[in-house]
């Protein structure tokens, strides 16, 4: 079972969607990103499978971080917003999720975690059956605040990691992060999400070419408009991989 539990644990993902604006150049990215990659030392998530909590199951798991920055009050310009008309790129942001949202299986774990104007931290646990309290928080978000992306994402992290835990190194893991802010220690963050074993996957929406997490996702899809941002959620949910359960039925 160590062979089928390795190559679960190869199929965690961090999925970063991007609401970007401009920015300036990185030095950052002055860097040899992939002999950093090449060398990250990939970190075990030590099990215990004395916990009476803890159970073999495929249950899959997407972990949003949102984006309530002061500068997603800020109208989209012409290049970012398509078909979809909206007064600001929250709103935007908030309806290409919600109508994701309305694609994801209920018996997919979800949670978020948003840093805006009323302060950062988990808005909705990793939990199933919880749409409804998902879209409240969304609704909720009020934009105000600076971008502690980096920090999202270590926690986000961390959080897909104990619930590795409690399924016994099984199931799908992916962090979703919708931002429109470049933000300092991506790189970092970065690296830690990939020490646990969780590649990026990157959706950009309207991002330049010198953004840090262009550099350090595994994968990286352009989206020009709201409607493609929610186009690119909906491609990562149709990669998730098949899992048949019965053939775990009964795995220590």
């Known amino acids: 079972m160590n062979l089928c539990r390795w190559t679960k644990t190869q199929g965690l993902t961090l999925l970063t969607l991007m609401v970007m ?18 060398n990250i030392t ?25 984006d309530g920055s002061g500068s997603m009050a800020d109208a989209p310009d012409a290049d970012c917003h398509g078909d979809q008309s909206f007064s600001s790129k929250l709103q935007g942001a908030q309806w290409a ?6 694609k994801i299986p209920e018996d997919i774990n979800l949670g978020l975690y948003v840093f805006d104007n009323n302060g950062q931290g988990e808005r909705v646990p990793l939990g199933q059956n919880n749409r409804a309290q998902f879209n409240r928080a969304l609704d909720e978000v009020y934009a105000g605040s600076d971008t502690p992306l980096a ?15 409690q399924q016994l190194g099984y199931g799908e893991y992916r962090i979703v992060v919708v931002t429109d802010g470049i933000a300092e220690r991506i790189p ?11 590649p990026i996957y990157a959706i950009g929406l309207c991002v330049e070419a010198n953004h840090p997490l262009r550099s350090y996702a595994t994968s990286y899809r352009a989206a020009d408009s709201f409607e493609d941002l929610a186009r690119g959620l909906e491609e990562t949910l149709a990669e998730l991989p098949d899992y048949d359960e019965s053939a775990f039925e009964g795995t220590p």
């Not at 159970?55 to 972990?63: G, P, Q």
């Not at 970092?188 to 969780?198: N, T, V, W």
């Open 21 to 38: 604006g401009c920015g300036s150049p990185s030095a950052e990215q002055a860097v040899d990103v992939e002999k950093i990659i090449a």
């Open 42 to 66: 990939r970190k075990e998530i030590e099990l215990d499978d004395s916990d009476p909590n803890a159970r073999v199951a495929l249950t899959r798991n997407f972990y949003f971080v949102f």
């Open 97 to 102: 999720v919600k109508e994701f949202v309305k």
């Open 151 to 165: 920090n999202a994402i270590v926690f986000a992290a961390n959080q897909l990691a104990a619930q590795y835990k």
């Open 188 to 198: 970092q963050a970065s690296i830690y999400a990939m020490e646990l074993g969780f």
